[in-house]
Structures are given as structure tokens and as C-alpha cells.
């Protein structure tokens, strides 16, 4: 056991909160009590589903925002305003098109101040170790997508930052860019040629965590929280197909599939204790019904129960399939367990069903499951001539999630009861009618 003094600490989050006002005057909760140390010496990947909070989690780490409670301590001092002591890659680029490279990544020693000589010394020599040679006077427009992030990496890199943090970096690369820049950007970690202390970086993706962190936090949604802290002690570099990767994917394919258990605690023991969930207001994937029914479909006569792999065999993306398994397991059509997703007997006659039988096992199973669903019927049985308007559903949900995630779970929900033949939607007048009222226009 190694005594931690407080000094080994770089980034410290402490009892960490994020909520926004809604134009309602409602508070929206973005991420609730994160506690989190970064140390010198890790990469740490923050991992979750879009909207779980990520990006404005390492925006608080870097200053660009304040947390509404709780605070970040960097080096044993509270944090006020911008942290000196981090630079930020971000998925976009951000790269101004009217600066050369060189310009370009001369940018952020500039803004701290650099003497122009010694700013162009440091950058000239980033471009180099980053693989940029020969393009300084090129400007942006002139290079790939993978060269341009090599841009943001020198910019970013240059002013030798404690932390560095990257928000996404590899999304917008194609695969095989994407990885070629992992591994360059693993060497120059592993090789100690670049000074930084410490790389956070946020990503959805399962196998780029398991590919580069030491430690993957993974974060819930609704609000954010951290639900997993898992240390990866695997050496670099590593093998995905070796049974110990695969078996960590899995296992934090399982923490992300599964919301409702709580925060798991870094144990040595591999299954999970589901302890009582709070109660919080279900998020609706943003998914058509007829991706789960392909889903359903897919997995029926199938061997491979492995999510993992099958979204790997399916080349979709975790970001793809994952907001389509909720939805399937919300709707109580299949069953998960470490890692392996199953028919339930009533997915199984979904898919045995015609149009008529579909729709109505999924009327069931909307009306059993699904509380927005509910909500909704229950208003229009009690209304006289059994139409609400969508605001009315668009305030209650504005109460649980910001105005343009309120719209989205409204779209959502509107279209799975349209499908199962619950409400209809009359779209000029923007009312939710119950199926059986016949509305003539
Ligand atoms: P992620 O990076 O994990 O996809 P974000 O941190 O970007 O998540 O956003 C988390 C949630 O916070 C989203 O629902 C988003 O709509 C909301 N959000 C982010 N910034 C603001 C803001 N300035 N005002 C209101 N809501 C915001
Ligand atoms: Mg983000």
C-alpha cells in the first residue's frame, strides 16, 4: 500500500455539481456530487453515453466553466478562472483557416505570454516530435482530418501542460487514422517525450478506454454521476484480442448497460450488487421502434450473445447500438448479464407476430414499462375530448431534463406510441390524441 501525501494530487473534484437554469426558471441537474483525483503519472478516460455529462465535466476541470457547487482544487488551491495548467484537444479541431500551421500552434504559447522567438522555437519543435514536418506553412484546409488533429495535438501540446485534456479527440478519424493517432500519441506518453503529467480524456468509446487509460471513470446519465472508477493494469501495448481486454470490455459494457444498478464500487469480486436505484425520472433513448425490431430480430437463432461482439460483427459503433439495447431493455423485450443480451419470451413473440400482433405486444409493453407513456394515457383518459397538448408533456419533461433533451424525449415518445397505436399526433395543431378518438381535420 503507497501512502498518498495531498501533494500527489494534480486535479482534485471535490463534492462536484453542474446544473443550469431552464428558461422556466427550473434547475437542470447536469452532474451531481463527482469526487475525483487526477494523479500525476495516468491517463484517465472518462467514458459514458452522450448527454451523460463528459464534456462539462472536463470543462470544469479546465476553468472554462464553474461548478455550481463543490470545487476543483489544483494544487491544494482552490481553483479560480481558467486552470493554468491545461490544454484541450477538442473533437472539431478548432483550428483557425486563416493560420498556417505553424500560427496556429503558436496560438496557446501566445496567450501565455511567450516571447515570439522562444514561442516559435517551442512550436517548430512540437510540429517535429507530432509528425508535422514539412506542412508549418500549410494552412488548414490543405490537410486531412487526421493532419489537422495532429495540429490540435501540437497546439495543445506545445505549451507543455500538466494535463492534458481531449475531448473526443479521435471521433472525427476515420478508423484507421483514429487508431494510427492513438498509438503515435501513446508513444510520445509511454516514451516520455512529451512533459505532460497527466491526459484525461473523455470518450464514448469502450475499446479506445481500454486501448490507452489506466483508470476509466465511467459516468450515468440523468443526471451525470460517477458510477464506475475501474483501475486497467493491463501493460501497454495492448492486444484486444487477449482474453483479459475482452473480459474488461465486457465488464464495463455491463456497467453501461445496466443504469440501474448503482455506483459500482471497485471491487475484486466480478459481479455487481444491484443496490435500491433512487428513484429518477426514465430517460427515453432516441431510437425508431423498427431499430429495435431489427435489433429483436437480429438476435433471434443467434449464437453470439455477446454485445461486444456483436456490435463488433454488426460495425456499429457503441454510441449505435447501446442507445437501442436501453431501449429494448426498458421495454423489457430482452435481458442482460455481464455483457450478453437475450431474447425475453416476449421479444421472441414480437418477432414471431405480424404488424397487428407487433403492434399490440409493443402496446403492452410501452403501457408496462414505459412511465412517460403512461403519464401521457393516463391525461388522455381523463381529458373530455381526450387530446392534450404537447406542452403540457413538454413541461413536465422540461422539470427532468433541458429544453432541446425535453424535445428530443417528446419526439421519442410521441413515435413509439404512434407505432403501437396508444396516441396519435396531430402535427399541425401539435396535439397527442387517444388512437381510439377518430379526428377528422
Ligand atoms: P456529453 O459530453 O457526455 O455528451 P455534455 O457535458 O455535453 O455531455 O452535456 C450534458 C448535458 O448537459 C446535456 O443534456 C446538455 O444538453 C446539457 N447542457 C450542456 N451545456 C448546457 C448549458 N449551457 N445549458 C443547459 N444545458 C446544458
Ligand atoms: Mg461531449
Avoid at 484486444?240 to 448503482?262: C, G, M, S
Avoid at 403501457?367 to 387530446?387: C, D, M, P, S, T
Amino acid at each position: 500500500m503507497v501512502f498518498k501525501t495531498a501533494t500527489e494530487q494534480l486535479i482534485v473534484l471535490k463534492n462536484v455539481s453542474k446544473s443550469y437554469q431552464q428558461p422556466n426558471g427550473q434547475q437542470i441537474v447536469i452532474l451531481e456530487n463527482i469526487n475525483l483525483e487526477l494523479r500525476p503519472g495516468e491517463i484517465v478516460a472518462l467514458l459514458g453515453p452522450s448527454g451523460s455529462g463528459k464534456s462539462t465535466l472536463m470543462r470544469i476541470v479546465a476553468g472554462l466553466i464553474p461548478p455550481s457547487q463543490g470545487e476543483v482544487i489544483y494544487h491544494n488551491r482552490p481553483l479560480v478562472g481558467l486552470n493554468p495548467g491545461v490544454a484541450i484537444v477538442f473533437q472539431s479541431f478548432a483550428l483557425y483557416p486563416w493560420l498556417t500551421v505553424l500560427e496556429n500552434v503558436e496560438l496557446g504559447l501566445k496567450a501565455k505570454g511567450e516571447a515570439p522567438d522562444s514561442r516559435r522555437q517551442k512550436a517548430l519543435r512540437m510540429i517535429d516530435i507530432i509528425g508535422l514536418d514539412g506542412f508549418e506553412n500549410a494552412y488548414p484546409k490543405e490537410l486531412s482530418g487526421g493532419m489537422r488533429q495532429r495540429v490540435g495535438f501540437a497546439r495543445a501540446l506545445a505549451v507543455e501542460p500538466e494535463l492534458l485534456c481531449m475531448d473526443e479527440p479521435f471521433s472525427a478519424l476515420d478508423v484507421l487514422t483514429a487508431e494510427n493517432l492513438r498509438f503515435e500519441l501513446l508513444d510520445l506518453w509511454l516514451e516520455r517525450r512529451i512533459p505532460t503529467q497527466a491526459i484525461l480524456i473523455v470518450t464514448h468509446g469502450i475499446e479506445e478506454a481500454v486501448i490507452m487509460a489506466d483508470r476509466i471513470i465511467v459516468l450515468g446519465r440523468n443526471p451525470g454521476r460517477i458510477r464506475a472508477d475501474l483501475p486497467v493494469t493491463l501493460p501497454h501495448y495492448r492486444d484486444r484480442k487477449h482474453p483479459t481486454f475482452q473480459a474488461l470490455v465486457d465488464r464495463v459494457y455491463t456497467i453501461i448497460t445496466n443504469p440501474e444498478l448503482e455506483k459500482i464500487e471497485l471491487t475484486t469480486t466480478t459481479s455487481v450488487e444491484p443496490a435500491t436505484p433512487p428513484a429518477k425520472y426514465q430517460s427515453l433513448p432516441s431510437v425508431r421502434t423498427g431499430s429495435i425490431a431489427g435489433l429483436l430480430e437480429l438476435l433471434e437463432d443467434r449464437q453470439e450473445k455477446d454485445l461486444y461482439r456483436l456490435a463488433q460483427e454488426l460495425q456499429l459503433e457503441v454510441d449505435d447500438i447501446l442507445p437501442i439495447v436501453e431501449a429494448a431493455k426498458l421495454m423489457d423485450f430482452v435481458e442482460l448479464a455481464e455483457g450478453d443480451i437475450s431474447l425475453k419470451p416476449v421479444g421472441q413473440e414480437f418477432i414471431n407476430g405480424g404488424i397487428d400482433e407487433r403492434k399490440q405486444i409493443m402496446r403492452s409493453q410501452l403501457l408496462a414499462n414505459i412511465r412517460l407513456v403512461q403519464q401521457i394515457y393516463r391525461l388522455l383518459e381523463a381529458k373530455n375530448n381526450q387530446r392534450i397538448p404537447e406542452e403540457l408533456v413538454l413541461d413536465i419533461l422540461e422539470s427532468h431534463f433541458s429544453p432541446e433533451e425535453a424535445e428530443r424525449q417528446l419526439k421519442t415518445v410521441v413515435d413509439w406510441g404512434r407505432y403501437a397505436e396508444i396516441y396519435g399526433y396531430d402535427e399541425p395543431s401539435g396535439q397527442i390524441f387517444l388512437e381510439q378518438v377518430v379526428v377528422s381535420h
